[in-house]
């Protein structure tokens, strides 16, 4: 086998959930270019439709599906569909995500005013309905495969080290990166040993579910908060969507096939800076 064959996506069926947000497109997109069928979920459908259709353009085949993760037995209806188009899941990215305002400390929001429901609805959104139960039906699926197959969860630096303000999305992503390692080993144990679970915790990426917390929404020029990510990341910038292509493909794909349970960084140094 030659080495690069390794990263190949050929035959494989991938679904992104969030596939029509930053991050998550850029993965898709990178899964259609490695050779993969892309299912790509979002909330709107033209979101979930546009991306399918650049990928599809690129010479992969691709569908885009509405998913409210919300609605009672969307994501079982979105599993079913897929698999009906398509035979079969061997991969799955859990990109859906979101940082409300409403479950962040401000100068108008104290940690004292925070809303009870607002953190209800982080958690709910951000690890049980955008992780735990996609995990749950599609990995229904995936541990029945004779080659096994690859979840991915997308995790946060603030599960590493918890963020100031965003004490509510702290708890999610902090628990999004407990769950992969416990479902990584639960899965091998349990049902199939070639199935894998692992998670990418992204660094600072700039994109418009975190835009007003890292730069002045009147003014555009960067926060407080934006500035000292920077001069806390090593590499001096904010990463890319791209950024986190190679570490999706790597986890995707046969390369890592003796990897399980991890979280990797994607961070441009920022968990391994001390500040001196």
């Keep these: 086998m030659r080495v690069l064959d390794m990263f190949s996506l050929n035959g494989k069926v991938a679904v992104v959930l969030g596939g029509g947000g930053s991050l998550g497109s850029a993965i898709a997109q990178g899964f259609g270019a490695a050779g993969a069928t892309v299912a790509v979920t979002d909330l709107l459908q033209d979101r979930a439709d546009a ?8 010479g992969s085949a691709a569908k885009g599906y509405q998913l409210d993760v919300f609605e009672e037995g969307a994501i079982q209806a979105c599993c079913d569909a897929v698999c009906s188009e398509f035979d079969k899941v061997d991969i799955l990215v859990n990109a859906v995500g979101a940082i409300p305002k409403a479950a962040a400390t401000s100068p108008e929001q104290s940690f004292f005013d925070i809303p009870v429901e607002a953190t209800q609805h982080i958690v709910d959104l951000d690890f049980i309905r955008g992780v735990m139960v996609p995990c749950q039906v599609f990995g229904a699926k995936m541990k029945d495969n004779e080659h ?3 979840i991915i969860n997308i995790s946060s630096m603030c599960a590493i080290r ?3 303000r965003v004490c509510g999305y702290n708890a999610a992503k902090a628990a999004v990166s ?3 390692q416990w479902l990584g080993v639960h899965f091998v144990l349990e049902y199939n040993p070639k199935l894998r679970v692992n998670a990418i915790a992204p660094g600072f990426f700039l994109t418009e579910l975190n835009r007003h917390l ?4 009147k003014t555009g020029e960067l926060s407080q908060r934006g500035q000292d990510i920077i001069d806390h990341t090593p590499m001096g910038k904010f990463g890319s969507p791209e950024d986190l292509v190679g570490a999706a493909l790597w986890l995707a794909s046969d390369a890592s ?3 399980t349970g991890i979280v990797i960084p994607v961070d441009g140094g920022f968990s391994a800076f001390a500040g001196v």
């Design 214 to 217: 890292l730069t002045d929404e």
């Design 257 to 259: 096939r003796f990897v």
């Design 51 to 58: 991306v399918a259709g650049e990928i599809a353009g690129a």
């Design 178 to 180: 407990n769950f992969t």
């Design 162 to 164: 918890p963020l100031t």
């Design 148 to 150: 096994g197959g690859s």
